[in-house]
């Protein structure tokens, strides 16, 4: 029989372990947005140093883009399957 299991609590510390959850998600929501921010901007600073000349190989740019395209795509889908879970959790019965 397992005793603990990281994360979780008795009943009685319900309070505790479900605030300690709730930030771990929070945080880990919250730096993958940075990230997905931080690669947008890396893009768009690639896209303005190119236009201005500062950047003379298109490849780059192109890549930096496709980097940003596809962490937007893949945080729109996370953002949609949180949602569709929520909707689920929500029209369960009890």
Same mark, same amino acid.
Do not use: C, W
């Given at each position: &029989?397992?005793?603990?299991? !990281?994360? /979780?609590?008795?009943? =009685? +510390? =319900?309070? #505790?372990?479900?605030? #300690? $959850?709730?930030? $771990?998600? =929070?945080?880990?929501?919250?730096? *993958? /947005? %940075?990230?997905? $921010?931080?690669? +947008?901007?890396? *893009? !768009? #600073?690639?896209?303005?140093?190119? *236009? +201005?000349?500062? @950047? =003379? $190989?298109?490849? %780059?740019?192109? @890549?930096?883009? !496709? #980097?940003?395209?596809?962490? /937007?795509?893949?945080?729109?889908?996370?953002?949609?399957?949180?949602?569709? *879970?929520?909707?689920?959790?929500?029209? &369960? +019965?009890?």
């Amino acid at each position: &029989m397992v005793d603990r299991i !990281e994360g /979780l609590g008795p009943l =009685s +510390q =319900s309070g #505790k372990t479900q605030k #300690k $959850n709730e930030n $771990n998600f =929070s945080e880990a929501l919250k730096e *993958a /947005l %940075e990230k997905v $921010n931080d690669i +947008q901007k890396k *893009a !768009e #600073k690639a896209a303005d140093d190119f *236009a +201005q000349g500062r @950047i =003379s $190989n298109i490849h %780059e740019v192109i @890549i930096e883009a !496709e #980097k940003a395209s596809i962490a /937007l795509r893949l945080t729109v889908e996370v953002r949609n399957r949180i949602v569709e *879970a929520y909707r689920d959790i929500m029209r &369960m +019965q009890i």
